[in-house]
C-alpha cells in the first residue's frame, strides 16, 4: 500500500503563484512516475504533469510554460510549481504514483481556486 498526502493548494488571484507539494510513504517500488492530475467542476479528470524516475517530464498543453514539476526520489516527493495562474486553472488538484506494476495511487487531492 502507497499513501500520498498533498500540499500547498489555496486561493490566488489571477496572475498569482502557488506551490503543490505531494509526500509519498509506505511500499513504494523503483522506477515509479509521480506526477499531478486535476478535476474542474462537471470535468474529466486531466493530467496536469507527470515525471519519470529518470526525470522525464510530460506537461498538459495548457500548462506549458507556467508549471514546473520536480520530484525529490530520497523523499519520495513529487512538487508542482506553478506561475502566472488563470481562472480556468481552478480544480482540485490530485497527486499520483505510478509503480512498475499495479494500479495507480492517488492523494486526497488539494483545492486551488484562481480568481478573476
Known amino acids: 500500500q502507497v499513501q500520498l498526502a498533498e500540499s500547498g493548494g489555496g486561493l490566488v488571484q489571477f496572475g498569482g503563484s502557488l506551490r503543490l507539494s505531494c509526500a509519498a510513504s509506505?511500499?513504494?517500488?523503483?522506477?515509479?512516475?509521480m506526477g499531478w492530475y486535476r478535476q474542474a467542476p462537471g470535468k474529466a479528470r486531466e493530467l496536469v504533469a507527470v515525471?519519470?524516475?529518470?526525470?522525464?517530464?510530460n506537461y498538459a498543453d495548457s500548462v506549458k510554460g507556467r508549471f514546473i514539476i520536480s520530484r525529490e526520489i530520497p523523499k519520495n516527493t513529487v512538487n508542482l510549481q506553478m506561475i502566472s495562474l488563470k481562472p480556468e486553472d481552478t480544480a482540485v488538484y490530485y497527486c499520483?504514483?505510478?509503480?512498475?506494476?499495479?494500479?495507480?495511487?492517488w492523494g486526497q487531492g488539494t483545492q486551488v481556486t484562481v480568481s478573476s
Open positions: 499520483g504514483i505510478w509503480l512498475p506494476r499495479g494500479d495507480p495511487y
Open positions: 515525471i519519470s524516475y529518470a526525470g522525464i517530464t
Open positions: 509506505g511500499t513504494i517500488l523503483r522506477f515509479n512516475s
